[in-house]
Each structure stands twice: as structure tokens, then as C-alpha cells.
């Protein structure tokens, strides 16, 4: 077990080492350290859960960096002008590593310690390196349950790892070969992934390691639900390939077919996550109904202000007044089964505020213009 992966060398997390120290010499000369509390590396390298590609008996990194600089409590000017430069980060390191280095929206030590219970936050609080500045930097983040994940974050996993899998049937028509399969096999891994992960979350035993989770995974092996959904062994393998990725030598034909049969079972774990229902298909009445509940339930003046402001900002087309008041993810979610599950009978004209719009390639070119900007 290494520092920043449950397989790699002591020579892989030198290279890392050195990735890492590099990374944070630059933002250290493009940011004061006076103004800085913490650089932290999240994600599964953070967790000391990354995952090691071993070729022709070299490993490679597989995940990505997953940065977070937390700012000391300046101003909004200050931050704002921190947060134009950091892109640079990216856009340096990135080709240099072949691996997407990825530095998080700019954050004040007040606003981690009023940062809601999202998945964001409680994985980073409880699994992180520290690769610069407060050693104490974990004490300011706000007391988040082990187990007890707002259900919401399921179904925001879901339509992230949804639009992956939506992403793959582009894939699948400009076929190529080295591209493509790389593409389609890390997605449907992350939709399987993700399925167990709501799962757990429904259940309220969800953990912020993947390690713990894949044993409490085990443990509900014979669960009733889980025995229903069926998730139990796509779940596994994908948690495998989490751990030890590989590049499978598989044909097209036998991409489509798993691909084919993981969008089955998770428009089934979809329908179960959303309706409490067995079913699979998704059952739209119900689901809008829920929707429509989630995005219009206890919502103060000051959020339907912001939500206004976000719907307007971007839009390229008047938005229905039913909708404007409302989170643009609601859109998402609501035009989501059209391109995913196919379901036609979604007026996804008037949920994307494109009456004129007659191709689904312009529809779809909103959608994942939309989720881009709020996911």
C-alpha cells in the first residue's frame, strides 16, 4: 500500500512527489502565501486510493489531480483576481503529466467552514493530502455524518455519471479505436461506481473511502434491494478496475454490449433511487412529479433570486416562467431520460427553451451546454 495508492511502488509515489511539488511551487508564485491557509490534494491520490495503470511493467497514473487551495478570509476583489489566474494551473501541468490536473473554484477558510454536507466536501474533509500550509485545516470544515449522505447527492451522481454514459453513444458513432475505448470503458466504470454509490447512499451507509464502501458493499451482498437491482457484481468489477485500471483488448461489438447492458441496470437503479419503485423502465409521471417536488419544496426568495440569475445569464432563449425560479439543474434532470432512457414523450423543446429546435443534435448540444455550466 503506498501513499497515494493501494497498489503503486515507493518509486510511483516518488514521481508524485515530484508531480505534486512542482504543481505547488506554482500556485504558491501565482498566489501570496500570505493569503494562502492550504493547498490540499483531494480526490482518490488524496484518499491514498488512486489508481495505478500498469503497461508492459510500468505504471502509469490513471486518476486525475484533484487540487483545492483554501484561501486565508481576504477579499472578494482579491479572490476574484486569484481565481482568473488559477486556470493556468491546468493548462500548464495537464499535457505535461498526461493526466488532468485540476484545481477547484478558489475557497476562503469561512466558506469551507460553512461548506454544505455535498459529497465534494465530506470526501475532501476526510481523505486528503496536505501538501502546503495548515496542518490543522481539517477542524474548520463543519461536522458532516459518516453515513447519513443527502440523498440529493445521489441524484446529482446520478446525472453527472448519466451524462457520461450519454456522452459514451457519441463515442460509439466516431468510433475510434484507441480514443473511443478508453473513453466508453472509464465511463461505464463510473456509472457502474456510481451505482453502488447511491445505492449506499439510499441505505445510509455510504463512506467516504472506497475501500470502506466496497466492504459495505460485501455486507449487503444479500440485501433484498440489492438482490432486486441486481448491481451487486457490476458494482465489484467496477471498484476492481478503480483500483488496478486496465485497457481490456475488446472489439467494438463487445464495448456496445456492455455498454448496452450497464445502461439496463442503471435506468432500473435510477428508477428505484428516485420512485422507490422496482421497474425496468422509468416511469415518467412519477419522476416528474418528484422532480417538480425537489425543485420547488422549501425554496426561500433569496435562492429562487439566484436561480433567476443563473437561468438568465446563460441563456441563449427566453425561459419559461415556470421554470426560471427554479435551479437550471431541474432542467437537466427533466430532459435527462430523453436522451439517455429515450424517452420520446419529454417536451424537450420547451424544457430547453429551443421551440425551433427540430434536431436532437441542437437539443442535446443545449443539454450538455447546460450541464456543463451547472454540474
Excluded at 495537464?94 to 466558506?111: E, M, R, S, W
Aim: net charge neutral; hydrophobic share 35%.
Amino acid at each position: 500500500m503506498g501513499k497515494y495508492t493501494l497498489t503503486g511502488s515507493q518509486e510511483f509515489d516518488n514521481l508524485i512527489d515530484r508531480q505534486l511539488m512542482l504543481v505547488t511551487e506554482e500556485i504558491l508564485n501565482l498566489i501570496p502565501q500570505k493569503d494562502i491557509a492550504a493547498i490540499l490534494l483531494g480526490g482518490g491520490y488524496g484518499r491514498g486510493e488512486g489508481g495505478v495503470l500498469i503497461e508492459n511493467d510500468k505504471e502509469y497514473l490513471y486518476n486525475d489531480y484533484d487540487l483545492f487551495v483554501i484561501l486565508k478570509n481576504i477579499s472578494y476583489l482579491k479572490k476574484k483576481k486569484y481565481q482568473n489566474k488559477i486556470h493556468l494551473i491546468h493548462e500548464k501541468f495537464t499535457p505535461l503529466f498526461k493526466i488532468d490536473v485540476d484545481v477547484g473554484p478558489l475557497q476562503t477558510v469561512n466558506a469551507i467552514s460553512n461548506a454544505p454536507h455535498w459529497m465534494m466536501w465530506y470526501e475532501l474533509k476526510n481523505g486528503y493530502k496536505l501538501l502546503w500550509g495548515n496542518k490543522s485545516i481539517k477542524s474548520y470544515f463543519p461536522d458532516y455524518s459518516h453515513e447519513k449522505m443527502p440523498i440529493m447527492e445521489a441524484y446529482r451522481l446520478l446525472l453527472n455519471r448519466g451524462v457520461g454514459l450519454l456522452l459514451c453513444k457519441q463515442h460509439f458513432e466516431t468510433y475510434e479505436e484507441t480514443e473511443s475505448q478508453e473513453f466508453i470503458l472509464r465511463n461505464i466504470r463510473k456509472a457502474q461506481l456510481a451505482m453502488g454509490d447511491a445505492f449506499l447512499i439510499k441505505k445510509e451507509r455510504f463512506h467516504y473511502s472506497y475501500k470502506r464502501r466496497d466492504e459495505i458493499f460485501s455486507e449487503l451482498k444479500q440485501d433484498e434491494d440489492m438482490l432486486t437491482l441486481g448491481i451487486y457484481d457490476y458494482y465489484k468489477i467496477a471498484y476492481q478496475f478503480k483500483e488496478r485500471p486496465h485497457k481490456p483488448n475488446l472489439s467494438k461489438e463487445q464495448y456496445l454490449t456492455e455498454y448496452q447492458n450497464t445502461l439496463q441496470i442503471y435506468e432500473a437503479l435510477y428508477c428505484w433511487i428516485f420512485t422507490n419503485k422496482f421497474s425496468q423502465e422509468l416511469n415518467l409521471s412519477d419522476y416528474q412529479m418528484i422532480i417538480d417536488d425537489i425543485f420547488t419544496k422549501d425554496v426561500n426568495l433569496k435562492a429562487k433570486i439566484k436561480n433567476i440569475y443563473k437561468n438568465v445569464r446563460f441563456a441563449k432563449n427566453k425561459i419559461d416562467n415556470s421554470m426560471i425560479i427554479k435551479h437550471p439543474r431541474y432542467r437537466l434532470f427533466m430532459t435527462l431520460p430523453y436522451f439517455l432512457f429515450n424517452k420520446q414523450e419529454i417536451s424537450c423543446q420547451k424544457l430547453l427553451s429551443c421551440n425551433n429546435c427540430t434536431d436532437n443534435d441542437d437539443l442535446l448540444k443545449i443539454f450538455l451546454d447546460l450541464w456543463e455550466k451547472n454540474n
